[in-house]
């Protein structure tokens, strides 16, 4: 199992948390963050601080989620990913919705 | 003169400087951003249901001129900060566009700044002005945004659903219905909380607010001169001609000065979030040095009275 | 009809409808979790405070056939929600314990609100009512829990430690024995904190609450017509015998209204943290969805006019 | 080493963490979250949102751990748990108290 | 005796019982942390505001003696603080300067508390007494640190930027300048938020300053009974000598007894801070333990109403 | 590419992004946490708790960070870091800035 995390300023919530359903993924966890990086610079303070998103995914759907972030926002967006190996129990409650996954 | 000091040395502007000079001495001093969070919403709820009050006290009719001139200055503005921007500021058509967004919307903050200096200077402001900071708050954004004329698909639209929808907008206009509907004898009862203690709010948030402008400050030097004198030019162009037009639709001498300052400022809440939805490849690094770094604190310190002694003249 | 027009139009109801509307509009207002325990804490130390300087000026002589009514109805009304909701609400015997254990239980922003409602109406409440609401609090879930009669070993003993150290009967009591103690005048210190703003605190929280409802509505088509229309009996049945019950052992028509509101109320803080542990196979989506979903607001729009009228008639 | 992070609804804080001591987990980290999952609703808002809990532990530890969370906790309540490889300087901080470890 | 019990039955003394209480009965309460650095910060500024007024009510003449007797205290303090930490309470050098430091600087808490319970006894205090805190709060620090004598290079330096800067003395410093800049007319229109509930605030402070006090208890017995002596007799020392001077350069009655509290508290704020900076190897469970966990209940419950009753006596 | 986590009292974050800074590292987040470990006392409870650092760095940059805060931290101050193996996309953007990086 992967674990993909996703460092993203807040306003982007409901369009990560979107594309993520639309993977197929079941669950995900969001905490508050704060963060410096190349843009140096808070797009909207009043939204809040940068969001980390984590979710536990097959191989296949992180490395599809990691290359639509990617693709959707590294360029403008003060978003950041990476991937990381785990290993957990019950391994079933984090297969891809299927409906969404046949997609 | 000594109206601008008589103006400054007022403890909401003096908590600003405070938040700036903690963050010139590197102080670990930060307001949590939950307490941040919670004094926005405070802020925005107070102004409305004040401002709901006073509109269920107001005869429609005397409010027409008022809301029309709005809706023009909405549309007018966000033209002369896009001209001004790309000739003076020597922008690109994309930062031109959204810093216009900025300068076309208003800034609650400096509203609030206004409607006090104006208090203490006893020339009355109208009640129903809240009405119209919400009027103002959304055409300054659709007209910048349009001015940018190459919005991703979608962009325009979900932009606006995050203007109407967003918590800036949407907890003046709540507090505003809710505070016509309810009337002053039932929004009495919320007073204690909601009206008394909310100057002493506003010092706090302003403390904030301070301390945030201050990180924008270094990128005022890479922002260049040329972005600084627009950002100060800006708000006596809007300014003045608001205040000037006010005086001439009959609003009070207070009304005016409060009105010019609401046209004169530029959103720092409600347009970065569209901006940054709608036009990802806008530098915020530009827009929000703009309207926080510059002229936020042009209008508190310099703004603000000029007004007031423009609407004293002209009236 | 008029009353309950007149019970809707007020500030606090209407925050909790803007709440509703903005959860539905999609809007991103959130109050942050940290200022929404902060509002909690302060509303039950204020509720425990005010109680608490009633008390230092009650005959104790005076409490003990409200103490006992209360009592009496913490007991039998876990029993009547539990038949309802198995025969009516067809729900499993653990679910059914679970949420009957809700409905033995009291929501202290139900009872502040009636509190409110009645003030309004110029109908003197008794001061000491909030110590009935600490005392109603607890007898209730313990007989829910019981009534599921299988729950893990420890599990009742665990609950009733979360219960009785739990925030919330917590800072209710030591409210209630600091008012106590220290009488009106010594509280009078601290009442440009916690008792005039206090209403005004309330709306914030019922903004909050509207959210949070919102959010369960989408369970409530899951739930379905059955558990939707129990959620609207119960608290009439329950809050017409207790309006009647208070009225028979002479209690004043504004503490009977207020009586009955408490004990039509479900509790959606105490109750779900005990059941949470001592029943997990229970499900939230049932008795979270019926306390918060259905059967605040039905008291919070029709519960609290209802029972005001009733103790009007019958006294 | 290994990183045990577990996601659980607030209310279980202290048996979660009273259980890791008793596996001689000599230290966590814990951070407040927000979460959807598989049960899509919060148990109690009051109790405030979910924590995530980790800790830095021995491999056996670890599996102890997963094992434990995994029985006691994955039915019926919102909890969810993954293991980590990591690395660490100056291990022995992390190794089990002893006479815990031994039970 | 009387004055004693007088003392303890108060809101804020209450609250900060209940707070060990809560923590004693393992009870799930507690004050979020951005809530608890909200509550700081209004604190800090609020003492600040409102000496800033009383400062410029008062001839600088009258301030001569009181500030130069504070500076004397605030660098003999932690000598004997040193010396008795060290014979007494058998501390190494570095744990002994470290908790010195704490016992020459001040917590305003306690300060507070005292201004209160002199207000309750009616005797007036003077205004210009948190400037004193301000002045207070350095001295003894740097002086601790030095006693140390091994801190690393550059360690005093970086500690003393964080006391000058750290948000403690900063805010209460921002306060203090902003009320002497305005003044009282101005700062009346903060005064609905930073006035008048400033007791309730200080009431949820207190609550959750107990919740964290009773965290250190059990590090008590740890400590040893020498150390807890050497808390209980360390304020009693300060404070007579404090109250004894203030009287005799001619305070107030109440100014004395609220000196005695000042001088006789140990910082658990600003002290700790620095000296974590400086003194990584001393042992925060020592200095937090006494500063918190034994000389701060002791100045509430005892000290207090003892330098009032030392400076009626006195004076 | 390596995430290095670095859990510390909140007193020392403007030291250790100092430090990160100095090691050429790019950017970083950090999240509010509160934590129990073998100090069992948060040394100051006002300056806030703890918080957690994360950073994607190179091996390289990973593997001195970790060096340098073990060094002039684990001794005398509540701090502890791991080191896990990540993947990410556009790993130029986790590469040292140069100029720090040949000091
Ligand atoms: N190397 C990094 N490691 C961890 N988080 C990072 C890193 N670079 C950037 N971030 C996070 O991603 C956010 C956006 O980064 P950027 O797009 O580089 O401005 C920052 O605010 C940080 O929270
Ligand atoms: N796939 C996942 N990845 C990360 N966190 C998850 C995942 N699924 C569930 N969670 C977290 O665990 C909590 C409980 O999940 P559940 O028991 O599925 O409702 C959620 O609120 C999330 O915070
Ligand atoms: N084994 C561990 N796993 C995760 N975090 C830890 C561990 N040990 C300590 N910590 C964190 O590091 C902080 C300082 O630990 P210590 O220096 O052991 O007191 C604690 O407050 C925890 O947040
Ligand atoms: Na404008
Ligand atoms: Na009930
Ligand atoms: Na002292």
Known sequence: MKLVTIVTEGLLKDQITELLKQQGVRGFTITRADGEGSRGINASHWEGPNLKIETIVTDAVGRRVMDLISEKYFDHYAVVAWLTDVEVLRGEKFSPVPDEDTK | ?315
Chains 1, 4, 6 share one sequence.
């Not at chain 2, 703004?303 to 004293?312: D, E, N, R, T, V």
């Open chain 2, 1 to 315: 003169m000594e109206l601008l000091i008589q103006n400054l040395v007022s403890p909401v502007v003096l908590a600003f400087l405070l938040g700036i000079i903690a963050r010139m001495v590197r102080s670990d001093l930060e307001i949590p951003s939950a307490i941040y969070q919670g004094l926005s919403i405070y802020l925005l709820l107070a102004i409305g249901l004040k401002g709901g009050v006073a509109l269920s006290q107001t005869p429609p009719a005397e409010l027409v001129g008022p809301v029309l001139l709005t809706l023009a200055l909405g549309v007018l503005t966000p033209f002369s900060a896009f001209i001004l921007l790309r000739k003076l500021g020597k922008l690109g058509r994309i930062d031109a566009a959204a810093t216009a967004a900025h300068y076309g919307s208003v800034s609650a903050v400096t509203f609030v700044a206004a409607i006090e200096a104006v208090k203490h200077s006893d020339i009355p402001a109208a009640g129903y002005l809240p009405a119209l900071v919400a009027v103002l708050e959304v055409p300054g954004i659709i007209v910048g945004l349009l001015l940018a004329r190459q919005s991703q698909s979608g962009g325009i639209k979900s932009a606006l659903h995050e203007v109407l929808t967003g918590k800036s907008i949407f907890l003046m206009l709540g507090g505003l219905i809710i505070g016509t509907v309810c009337g002053a004898e039932k929004v009495s009862t919320i007073a204690p909380f909601f009206i008394d203690p909310f100057k002493g709010v506003l010092f706090l948030f302003l403390l904030e607010l301070g301390i945030v402008a201050a990180s924008r400050f270094r990128d005022l030097a890479q922002a260049g001169w040329r972005l600084v004198l627009t950002g100060c030019l800006l708000p006596t162009l809007h300014g003045t001609i608001a205040t000037t037009a006010a005086t001439y639709i009959g609003m009070s001498t207070g009304s005016a000065a409060v009105f010019g300052a609401m046209v004169a400022s530029a959103s720092y809440i409600a347009a970065p979030a569209a901006v940054r939805i709608a036009l990802p490849k806008a530098s915020p690094g530009i827009y929000l040095t703009m309207a926080l770094g510059v002229t936020f604190p042009f209008n508190l310190a310099i703004g603000i009275p000029l007004f007031l002694k423009l609407a004293q003249l002209t009236s």
